[in-house]
């Protein structure tokens, strides 16, 4: 049986929401009437997001797509000359928007900046001063490794506006993660600060830093800004304070003509072995994919404050900041942990600064939901329109907790999937789409997505692969200096197919969900099964607070499920606890599912963003190397994963 629908859209979002102005601009009835028009034409469709947003050219373009290449090197807005950061920053700090503000940060000590447009503007033009100062020229790439402080956005559309190229690094990256990404791109700058605040510590990134360009022998300058105060620079010469440098020179800096195809960024994914993947991102597709989507997907508008947990080293940083101010909104930068000093701390940030678009991971609730409603309901959120998260596959409890008690059942969750490849997201739904829990509602706008069988026939009514069946503005345009590998990870399985690695599914109503990375996939005795589902029916028990499911070698079923439970009172673990969950997964899936191994252990592995590392315990289950571990937040819940394998 389907599920229901648990969401409908209102008065506001059917009479007000910009994506229900879209439709009655382009004389459409419905919402499918207009998916369907963006998936079969996409001429039309993005021709129209260009001109509706406005996005700005300094020369028109000549041809929306070109496919003369083949559709892994499509090229979008072909003869055309833009900059995002004319976009982003220049035009509204000589429009009527200067005075409004662009960006409010909190540290985690409750300091709280703001700058407005034309404040953004000023800094953003002496960073690209003192860029060009010390020799940064159109090409060169900059490495921007630092956490979400106001001068980081200023660095990035610096960066933007002398036609450079930006790598933002994760700021918890340790130094060998760092100097792989730098010498990947061959950068020329780094651009960090001394360091910030996490859970009442000082993170020392420039230590760091240091410690990374001693292996990046093509970096000639570290531009560094001042959080902490109180240290002294490595190398002189090399190095040099940012308050310094931008002091040193005056007058505006106008953002540079560049082809629409010109990159703009190099987003870095890590990979499970062998070096990250840079995926590579141009000025007019990048910054045309993501203001629409910010604009239609959680509809942003003027007013809005717009604040995504997030990291500039994650696809979601350079989301919000560039299609939050490509659209004139107030976007808001924390510092800190989310939970800290306070578990309340997150619920605060919000009814304080009046964030009306929140975005949050799935992990990131189901740890919030043990401390219970109380700590969201001694805040006001009543100026919560939009829900948005992304990350992973969710569960019915969480997804239920939020829109129940952080929501108030009146705002929708609009549930994101894509990647740092894909430039933004596959799946979305918009405040016009009826939502049903976990679900991504289907394809975003423009987006040819399907569900394949392993002959890459579409598939209904069962698990397949993810696929995309046309290019699309925001694709990544190759992996850095690595094009060979970039079709064989993306287009080799079938011609002109992109395969994402996803796992997902269509129900009788045509709506979307997801089933973990093809990888993480769980085939026991032939049968497909995504560990997300698992883990949705153990999160499931009153005692569970979080689980993780992984596949290991077995000589009679090919593979048996082992899993990993966090409880929320570790006095409730026991063989009575497990008998109960082994037969919970076994009466969901049937008895050949039933797990083999049922491990208590006090934290899951987690990425900042809250991922949890399946293939790290995967890893330390099977008693092999883990591959890259530089974007874990928490190593030493790796420590309680291999206890629990001893103690069994």
Request: charge should be negative.
């Amino acid at each position: 049986m389907s599920e229901p629908f648990v969401w409908y859209p209102g008065t506001d979002a059917l009479e007000h929401s910009n994506i229900a102005r879209f439709l009655r601009n382009v004389g459409m009835a419905t919402y499918q009437d207009l998916l369907r028009r963006s998936i079969d034409d996409p001429v039309w469709f993005w021709g129209t997001v260009v001109r509706s947003l406005p996005i700005d050219f300094f020369t028109p373009y000549e041809q929306v797509v070109d496919l003369s290449h083949g559709a892994p090197w499509a090229r979008w807005f072909t003869g055309g000359t833009i900059n995002l950061s004319h976009n982003c920053v220049d035009r509204h700090s000589t429009s009527a928007a200067r005075d409004r503000v662009a960006l409010i940060w909190e540290g985690e000590d409750g300091e709280v900046r703001r700058w407005n447009f034309a404040e953004l503007a000023y800094e953003t033009d002496r960073a690209a001063l003192a860029l060009k100062r010390l020799g940064v020229t159109q090409g060169d790439r900059v490495g921007l490794f630092a956490p979400m402080l106001l001068e980081t956005v200023a660095a990035f559309f610096a960066v933007a506006k002398l036609g450079a190229v930006v790598i933002p690094i994760f700021s918890g990256f340790g130094s060998r993660a760092v100097a792989d990404r730098l010498n990947d791109a061959g950068a020329i700058t780094l651009i960090t600060t001394d360091g910030f605040y996490r859970k009442g510590k000082a993170v020392p990134m420039l230590a760091v830093a240091n410690e990374a360009l001693a292996e990046s022998p093509t970096v000639r300058h570290q531009l560094v800004i001042e959080r902490l105060s109180g240290q002294t620079l490595h190398q002189p010469g090399r190095d040099v304070w940012w308050h310094e440098a931008l002091s040193a020179v005056a007058g505006p800096c106008p953002s540079e003509p560049m082809g629409a195809e010109a990159p703009v960024m190099i987003g870095y994914t890590s990979g499970t072995t062998g070096k990250p993947k840079g995926a590579v991102h141009v000025h007019a597709g990048f910054l045309v994919k993501l203001a629409q989507e910010v604009s239609h997907q959680v509809d942003l508008r003027v007013g809005d404050v717009l604040y995504w947990l997030t990291d500039m080293g994650w696809i979601m940083g350079p989301w919000e900041v560039i299609g939050g101010l490509a659209l004139g909104g107030t976007v808001l930068l924390y510092e800190g942990a989310p939970d800290w000093p306070a578990p309340d701390r997150l619920w605060a940030l919000a009814e304080r600064h009046g964030v009306s678009i929140l975005g949050i991971s799935p992990t990131l609730v189901r740890s919030m939901m043990k401390h219970g409603e109380v700590p969201v309901r001694s805040h006001d959120l009543s100026r919560l329109r939009i829900l948005g998260s992304t990350g992973e596959p969710w569960n019915p409890g969480p997804w239920h907790w939020l829109f129940e008690h952080v929501g108030g059942k009146r705002c929708p969750i609009i549930n994101i999937s894509g990647g740092t490849e894909v430039g933004a997201c596959f799946l979305s739904p918009t405040p016009l789409t009826p939502l049903k829990a976990c679900s991504l509602s289907g394809p975003a706008l423009g987006m040819a997505m399907d569900v394949v069988d392993p002959e890459g026939r579409p598939l209904r009514g069962g698990v397949g692969e993810l696929v995309c069946r046309k290019p699309w503005p925001g694709m990544t345009r190759g992996l850095w200096g690595d094009p060979d590998r970039y079709i064989q990870t993306y287009w080799s399985r079938w011609p002109d197919v992109w395969v994402h690695g996803d796992w997902a599914s269509i129900d009788e109503d045509g709506c979307w969900s997801l089933h973990g990375r093809s990888d993480d996939t769980l085939k026991v005795a032939g049968k497909r099964l995504g560990p997300a589902e698992v883990e949705s029916v153990l999160v499931g028990h009153a005692d569970v607070a979080e689980a993780a499911a992984i596949g290991v070698p077995d000589p009679v079923k090919g593979e048996t499920i082992w899993c990993y439970v966090v409880l929320r009172n570790p006095q409730a673990a026991g063989d009575s606890l497990v008998k109960d969950l082994e037969d919970l997964v076994a009466e969901a899936f049937g008895k050949s599912f039933t797990p083999s191994r049922v491990c208590f252990v006090a934290e899951l592995p987690k990425t900042r963003n809250a991922k949890v590392l399946r293939r790290a315990i995967r890893a330390k289950a099977l008693g092999k190397e883990p591959g890259d571990l530089s974007s874990l937040e928490n190593p030493w819940a790796l420590e309680s994963i291999e206890k629990a394998i001893r103690t069994e």
